[in-house]
Nanobody
Framework: QVQLVESGGGLVQAGGSLRLSCAASGRTDSRYAMGWFRQAPGKEREFVATISWSGGNTYYADSVKGRFTISRDNAKNTVYLQMNSLKPEDTDVYYC???????????????????WGKGTLVTVSS
């Protein structure tokens, strides 16, 4: 079992920045791909960004490319999402996920990851 806990969400004005963190605990000895997904009430969960175990492969949704950066620190069992130039349409609950598959496969299946955090709310005001 792997437990994921997100932090760093909050209220920010459009154009501002936030950094989300996701701390993993439990069976962190396996090589998990990690990712961030987001979901608004009444909408489907959507892919934001994923990263491979080594950090060498990253994938981004078109809507966040050039604005968001995913990274990880395996020594701290933590994955990050740096979000810059935030827009009101980025307002969502952001979820961290972990999976033994590839970061590519995670990006193709927004609900298929094996482990999920409980989410952190990001609100961007206009």
């Amino acid at each position: 079992q792997v437990q994921l806990v997100e932090s760093g969400g909050g209220l920010v004005q459009a154009g501002g920045s936030l950094r989300l963190s996701c701390a993993a605990s439990g069976r962190t000895d396996s090589r998990y791909a990690m990712g961030w997904f987001r979901q608004a009430p009444g909408k489907e969960r959507e892919f934001v960004a994923t990263i491979s175990w080594s950090g060498g492969n990253t994938y981004y949704a078109d809507s966040v490319k050039g604005r968001f950066t995913i990274s990880r620190d395996n020594a701290k069992n933590t994955v990050y999402l740096q979000m810059n130039s935030l827009k009101p349409e980025d307002t969502d609950v952001y979820y961290c996920a972990a999976d033994r598959g590839t970061s590519w496969s995670m990006s193709r299946d927004p609900t298929g990851a094996h482990y999920w955090g409980k989410g952190t709310l990001v609100t961007v005001s206009s």
